[in-house]
């Protein structure tokens, strides 16, 4: 059973930067594909970035382009979320996933983490 566990959310201000950490464990992190997914209030969960298993192919959301990265750490069975240029609309819970293949839509992965809250705000 492939477990998730994400770390690093919090308060930042519009422009600024922050890095998640899912530590990923009951598998090794390249055995699955490993993204991101965001929900705001009020809206529907989106797809942030994936990472996908093996080769590490990387599949972004179409607002992430250029603002956010994603990142494995073999030895550490870690994946990260690097996101830059904060703006207060990507104030969400930020939920780790993992699947199969990377795909679009949520119900594409049966692993999620509990989530972390980042707020973009001055």
């Known amino acids: 059973q492939l477990q998730l566990v994400e770390s690093g959310g919090g308060l930042v201000q519009p422009g600024g930067s922050l890095r998640l950490s899912c530590a990923v464990s009951?598998?090794?992190?390249?055995?699955?594909?490993i993204g991101w997914f965001r929900q705001a209030p009020g809206k529907e969960r989106e797809e942030v970035l994936c990472m996908a298993a093996s080769e590490g192919s990387i599949y972004y959301g179409d607002f992430a382009k250029g603002r956010f990265t994603i990142s494995r750490d073999n030895a550490k069975n870690t994946v990260y979320l690097q996101m830059n240029v904060l703006r207060p609309e990507d104030t969400a819970v930020y939920y780790c996933?993992?699947?199969?293949?990377?795909?679009?839509?949520?119900?594409?992965?049966?692993?999620w983490g509990q989530g972390t809250q980042v707020t973009v705000s001055s």
């Open positions: 009951g598998a090794t992190v390249e055995d699955y594909a």
């Open positions: 996933v993992g699947g199969v293949v990377c795909f679009a839509e949520a119900y594409a992965y049966p692993f």
